[in-house]
């Protein structure tokens, strides 16, 4: 039966991700993650875990990438400050499509900017962060329940696509507690670490993709050499710098999350049918947006909410319907307007955007989105 | 009657770092989950580990919450004069307020015009007449919370909410102290 348990964002961030089968954890404390590494470090030892307190971050995804290339499905957790030092490794777990979950519980930036108080100042750099053209999966969830449920699939997509999953949270919620329906083991799909099946005494290549597209993993140390690197490699991992071998790896890179959006893609949606306003938030504040649609269609407005879960790849083409059938958008967003730019990639022109952002390390209230949606119905009565 | 609507409860525990607030709220708030309530429990406090203003809020409503934090304080509980003097601006009217007059020397003029439904009990000088330790002082207040909110949460999940906090540790003397709270207030005319 399931089980209705409270519980705070950070500790169900480190339950989900042992239940998705996560057994190292390395990483360096910083509020407000430092719960999750707490947790980590009481709880993998007991299910045959490693945890490993690092000397700073950069360190910290390093023995990521390093574990899970041995066999293990690992993460990290930091903050912004932490998450701006991990970059160059996110860039080389992509090149080296070596599976691995960073948690970013952002707090106020830049640099050691707020370190108690909410932001979402990270959805850029989560997106762009680390150099290079390379693709990511990024996933945002707004609720405690939300967080345990969406670490698990996390980790599903990092080991289904060999890729850096991003799982960004607001302050508020890694540190709250909150009360939620801990699903049913049959509720729960936990993708397991794709393994070779190439013989021993045949030769095994770590970058050749099998009939379905998918890179399956050796342990790294055990039977099979094979070679790691960040620079352009071919099947084999060894470095060759042609042209055809770094565009054929650069086009793979992209199409295996290209081609799988569909499965990677996750968005909620609330009474969007008979739209015209349409608001778009994520995290935490969609749950101020929430607040504010309900009391908004209590007095009688057609309003609709939409929440992309994965934030990249961005969910363009559902929002694109969406956009064709209202008149205005509303984006209210902890910081000074970031997916703003992808909404109006999405929107074309045709919907006025309106913004609302706020930087002071508060949320966004719901009387403030309110605000906003009854300027809308009182500009969109005067056209 | 109350109308059908889902009423969303909040609750503000305040106090100075140190005074267990913090913890108070995080026992409450479990013990209203185990009640089979949707919860949320949040807190904050200044960069100071003991003695700057801290608070613990806890929303309760029958239905998922939306919005994570307290928009009408509905319970006020100040164990110290810094909370009340932050705090009582933003509470209800007809809020009920708890106060620990231990350290809770005089209340604010604007009270009078928001709340008549106050608890004076001096939590801190009873916790050191019956315990020897102002310890469980947090403990008397987690009775006369209780008491408080009876429409909410059962007295028993408290209890065991407290137990599990505390890991069976003092045992007794939280059982006492939390009794020493509820039967103190046990025939107020008032509760959530």
Same mark, same amino acid.
């Given at each position: 039966m399931s089980e209705f348990i409270f519980m705070q964002g950070d500790e169900a961030c480190g339950m989900g991700a042992i239940k998705a089968g996560c057994r190292f954890f390395a990483g360096y404390p910083i509020t407000p993650a430092t719960d999750i590494a707490e947790y980590m470090s009481r709880e993998l030892p007991k299910v045959g875990g490693k945890f490993m307190q690092m000397e700073d971050e950069i360190s910290s995804i390093s023995a990521v990438i390093g574990a899970s290339l041995a066999g293990a499905k690992a993460m990290t957790a930091t903050s912004g400050p932490g998450f701006s030092l991990m970059q160059e490794g996110i860039g080389y777990a992509s090149m080296t499509e070596t599976p691995c979950v960073i948690v970013d519980v952002q707090r106020g930036g830049p640099s050691t900017g707020l370190p108690t108080k909410p932001s979402q100042g990270d959805v850029m750099q989560a997106r762009w962060g680390t150099h290079g053209d390379h693709p990511v999966i990024v996933i945002y969830p707004s609720t405690v329940g939300e967080v345990y449920r969406y670490i698990i699939t996390a980790f599903n997509y990092a080991e289904r696509y060999r890729t850096p999953v991003i799982f960004l949270m607001d302050e508020v919620l890694g540190h709250m507690r909150e009360t939620f329906v801990l699903p049913d083991d049959n509720e729960i799909y936990i993708q397991p670490r794709i393994e070779t099946k190439v013989k021993d005494e045949d030769i095994y290549h770590p970058y050749l993709p099998n009939e379905e597209g998918i890179l399956p993993m050796e342990r790294f140390g055990s039977e099979h050499r094979f070679h790691v690197s960040g620079l352009v490699h071919d099947e084999s991992g060894f470095p060759v710098p042609s042209e055809e071998t770094a565009k054929r790896l650069l086009r793979r890179l992209h199409d295996k999350i290209k081609r799988n959006e569909e499965d990677i893609i996750l968005w909620d949606e609330e009474k969007c049918e008979d739209a015209e306003i349409l608001l778009i938030a994520y995290g935490v504040t969609a749950r101020s947006a929430m607040a504010a649609l309900k009391e908004a269609r209590d007095r009688k407005v057609k309003i609709g909410l939409f929440k992309p879960i994965?934030?990249? $790849?961005? $969910?363009?083409h559902r929002l694109r319907e969406l956009l064709c059938k209202v008149n205005t958008v509303i984006v209210p967003e902890l910081n000074m307007g970031q997916i703003l730019y992808d909404v109006a990639r999405a929107n074309r022109g045709r919907s006025e955007i309106i913004p609302l952002n706020k930087v002071n390390g508060d949320l966004i209230t719901p009387e403030e989105i309110l605000e906003a949606i009854y300027l809308a119905v009182k500009e969109n009565e005067e056209l | 009657m109350r109308a059908k609507k889902a009423r969303i409860y909040g609750i503000r525990l305040g106090g100075i770092g140190g005074q267990g607030n913090v913890a108070l709220g995080i026992i409450f708030a479990n013990a209203m989950a185990k009640a089979g309530r949707w919860v949320i429990q949040t807190q904050s406090h200044g960069a100071q580990v003991r003695g700057g203003l801290t608070k613990s809020d806890i929303i309760v409503s029958e239905h998922p919450i939306d919005y994570p934090e307290v928009e009408s304080i509905d319970l006020l509980l100040c164990l110290h004069q810094v909370a009340i003097e932050a705090f009582a601006e933003d509470m209800d009217g007809n809020a009920i307020l708890i106060l620990d007059t231990t350290y809770v020397h005089s209340i604010p003029l604007v009270v009078e015009r928001i709340t008549r439904r106050i608890i004076k009990m001096p939590m801190s000088k009873l916790s050191v007449k019956h315990f020897n330790n102002e310890m469980f002082a947090n403990t008397i207040a987690l009775g006369v919370l209780t008491r408080c909110c009876k429409n909410i949460v059962d007295k028993e999940y408290v209890i065991e909410a407290l137990k599990e906090h505390f890991r069976n540790r003092f045992e007794e003397e939280n059982e006492r102290a939390f009794a020493l709270g509820y039967e103190s207030v046990a025939n107020i005319p008032f509760s959530l």
């Amino acid at each position: 039966m399931s089980e209705f348990i409270f519980m705070q964002g950070d500790e169900a961030c480190g339950m989900g991700a042992i239940k998705a089968g996560c057994r190292f954890f390395a990483g360096y404390p910083i509020t407000p993650a430092t719960d999750i590494a707490e947790y980590m470090s009481r709880e993998l030892p007991k299910v045959g875990g490693k945890f490993m307190q690092m000397e700073d971050e950069i360190s910290s995804i390093s023995a990521v990438i390093g574990a899970s290339l041995a066999g293990a499905k690992a993460m990290t957790a930091t903050s912004g400050p932490g998450f701006s030092l991990m970059q160059e490794g996110i860039g080389y777990a992509s090149m080296t499509e070596t599976p691995c979950v960073i948690v970013d519980v952002q707090r106020g930036g830049p640099s050691t900017g707020l370190p108690t108080k909410p932001s979402q100042g990270d959805v850029m750099q989560a997106r762009w962060g680390t150099h290079g053209d390379h693709p990511v999966i990024v996933i945002y969830p707004s609720t405690v329940g939300e967080v345990y449920r969406y670490i698990i699939t996390a980790f599903n997509y990092a080991e289904r696509y060999r890729t850096p999953v991003i799982f960004l949270m607001d302050e508020v919620l890694g540190h709250m507690r909150e009360t939620f329906v801990l699903p049913d083991d049959n509720e729960i799909y936990i993708q397991p670490r794709i393994e070779t099946k190439v013989k021993d005494e045949d030769i095994y290549h770590p970058y050749l993709p099998n009939e379905e597209g998918i890179l399956p993993m050796e342990r790294f140390g055990s039977e099979h050499r094979f070679h790691v690197s960040g620079l352009v490699h071919d099947e084999s991992g060894f470095p060759v710098p042609s042209e055809e071998t770094a565009k054929r790896l650069l086009r793979r890179l992209h199409d295996k999350i290209k081609r799988n959006e569909e499965d990677i893609i996750l968005w909620d949606e609330e009474k969007c049918e008979d739209a015209e306003i349409l608001l778009i938030a994520y995290g935490v504040t969609a749950r101020s947006a929430m607040a504010a649609l309900k009391e908004a269609r209590d007095r009688k407005v057609k309003i609709g909410l939409f929440k992309p879960i994965t934030l990249w $790849p961005f $969910p363009i083409h559902r929002l694109r319907e969406l956009l064709c059938k209202v008149n205005t958008v509303i984006v209210p967003e902890l910081n000074m307007g970031q997916i703003l730019y992808d909404v109006a990639r999405a929107n074309r022109g045709r919907s006025e955007i309106i913004p609302l952002n706020k930087v002071n390390g508060d949320l966004i209230t719901p009387e403030e989105i309110l605000e906003a949606i009854y300027l809308a119905v009182k500009e969109n009565e005067e056209l | 009657m109350r109308a059908k609507k889902a009423r969303i409860y909040g609750i503000r525990l305040g106090g100075i770092g140190g005074q267990g607030n913090v913890a108070l709220g995080i026992i409450f708030a479990n013990a209203m989950a185990k009640a089979g309530r949707w919860v949320i429990q949040t807190q904050s406090h200044g960069a100071q580990v003991r003695g700057g203003l801290t608070k613990s809020d806890i929303i309760v409503s029958e239905h998922p919450i939306d919005y994570p934090e307290v928009e009408s304080i509905d319970l006020l509980l100040c164990l110290h004069q810094v909370a009340i003097e932050a705090f009582a601006e933003d509470m209800d009217g007809n809020a009920i307020l708890i106060l620990d007059t231990t350290y809770v020397h005089s209340i604010p003029l604007v009270v009078e015009r928001i709340t008549r439904r106050i608890i004076k009990m001096p939590m801190s000088k009873l916790s050191v007449k019956h315990f020897n330790n102002e310890m469980f002082a947090n403990t008397i207040a987690l009775g006369v919370l209780t008491r408080c909110c009876k429409n909410i949460v059962d007295k028993e999940y408290v209890i065991e909410a407290l137990k599990e906090h505390f890991r069976n540790r003092f045992e007794e003397e939280n059982e006492r102290a939390f009794a020493l709270g509820y039967e103190s207030v046990a025939n107020i005319p008032f509760s959530l």
